[in-house]
T-cell receptor
Framework: DGGITQSPKYLFRKEGQNVTLSCEQNLNHDAMYWYRQDPGQGLRLIYYSQIVNDFQKGDIAEGYSVSREKKESFPLTVTSAQKNPTAFYLC????????????FGPGTRLTVT | AQKITQTQPGMFVQEKEAVTLDCTYDTSDPSYGLFWYKQPSSGEMIFLIYQGSYDQQNATEGRYSLNFQKARKSANLVISASQLGDSAMYFCAMRERTNTGNQFYFGTGTSLTVIP
């Protein structure tokens, strides 16, 4: 089945450690996105990528890094520079077309203590 | 200015009744898109409906319809015949073009509770 996978579903880390969240899609979509969601809040864009080997900062990119070496994969690294990393992280992808609809993965809940 | 504004943090509706969730937006891009997503407690984001800025008619998808009032910059979601399974968070979102591609903006959401 086509879709987006994110792993793991829950992730626990100690403060000061970098952590990488996985996002893979087999929808053959060109664009991929990373969002952060805090309790009771909407989604905020961290990074997005329209094509392989290119990505752009979103509204809250500080303390995060990404890579896009393959069309199917868009991993997000939460660095120790991110002051409040505990959040729910959602990955999405979309295809250029009429609707620009985004398809979302199931999310990763990161807890940093 | 906020790109997407949802002014109803929480809404209640009786089962089988209709409910309207409000959304206003702000953009200078003439070619934008508006979306509604549903987020159950499991956390996944489920696409419900899309409206393009040039679409003449309001979008409909089953029990969902989007009341698009372009001059007022509003894109309200109407859910008809509410079901218990409709209880969830609902997010309005907008896609607009930038120099570097398409960006998406989300509102803060409305928590809908369907009462039996």
């Amino acid at each position: 089945d086509g879709g987006i996978t994110q792993s793991p579903k829950y992730l626990f880390r100690k403060e000061g450690q970098n952590v990488t969240l996985s996002c893979e899609q087999n929808l053959n979509h060109d664009a991929m996105y990373w969002y952060r969601q805090d309790p009771g809040q909407g989604l905020r864009l961290i990074y997005y990528s329209q094509i392989v080997n290119d990505f752009q900062k979103g509204d809250i990119a500080e303390g995060y890094s990404v890579s896009r070496e393959k069309k199917e994969s868009f991993p997000l690294t939460v660095t120790s520079a991110q002051k409040n990393p505990t959040a729910f992280y959602l990955c999405a992808s979309s295809q250029v077309g009429r609707s620009y609809e985004q398809y979302f993965g199931p999310g990763t809940r990161l807890t940093v203590t | 200015a906020q790109k997407i504004t949802q002014t109803q943090p929480g809404m209640f509706v009786q089962e089988k009744e209709a409910v309207t969730l409000d959304c206003t937006y702000d953009t200078s891009d003439p070619s934008y898109g508006l979306f509604w997503y549903k987020q159950p407690s499991s956390g996944e984001m489920i696409f419900l409906i899309y409206q393009g800025s040039y679409d003449q008619q309001n979008a409909t998808e089953g029990r969902y319809s989007l009341n698009f009032q372009k001059a007022r910059k509003s894109a309200n979601l109407v859910i008809s015949a509410s079901q218990l399974g409709d209880s969830a968070m609902y997010f309005c979102a907008m896609r607009e073009r930038t120099n570097t591609g398409n960006q998406f903006y989300f509102g803060t959401g409305t928590s809908l509770t369907v009462i039996p």
